[in-house]
């Protein structure tokens, strides 16, 4: 069995690597306070909605890793407006840190979360969940975009 990095290790590594480079290379500040304070509002909607997301695939006893195939289609709740909530969640605390920090550089790791996501995961979630609902998660796919 390999070990493989799941997405929670990248954020976390992400939201870290943007405090690091907001203190070590500030380049300039493009938000300030009080407008900074906007981006607690960001982080609470991506904790929110990690939150939720995760207790839907609890209650439904399916996997949340992205390497393991899907056992049920959640299509409820924050479902309805994005496949990916979870992911979407996370990219929105990482823009909230970075409109929050309001240094430059910080913008720099939602979009590298998102490119990384979609690169390393996003596909091969959605082969495996045209794999294991067909039909069913197909007509989910043309209904609910991406991200949002």
């Known amino acids: 069995m390999t070990c493989k990095i799941l997405p929670p290790t990248y954020f976390t590594v992400l939201l870290l690597l943007s405090a ?3 203190f070590v290379y500030p380049i300039e500040d493009v938000i300030n306070p009080p407008y900074a304070y906007l981006g607690l509002l960001l982080i609470a909607f991506g904790i929110v909605l990690n939150l939720w997301a995760d207790s839907l695939f609890k209650k439904s006893q399916t996997t949340v890793k992205p390497y393991e195939t899907p056992t049920s289609l ?3 709740g924050p479902f309805q407006i994005s496949r990916h909530p979870m992911y979407l969640g996370m990219a929105a605390i990482l823009l909230g840190e970075a409109v929050f920090l309001g240094s430059l ?3 720099a790791f939602p979009a590298l ?3 990384v ?3 390393m ?3 091969e979630e959605e082969e495996n969940m045209e794999k294991a609902f067909g039909k069913e998660y197909l007509a ?3 209904k609910v975009r ?3």
């Open 140 to 142: 989910y796919k043309k």
């Open 20 to 22: 690091v480079f907001h």
């Open 105 to 107: 550089v910080t913008f």
């Open 74 to 76: 959640e299509v409820s």
């Open 117 to 119: 996501m979609e690169v």
């Open 146 to 148: 991406r991200w949002v």
């Open 113 to 115: 979360f998102v490119a």
């Open 121 to 123: 995961f996003i596909s």
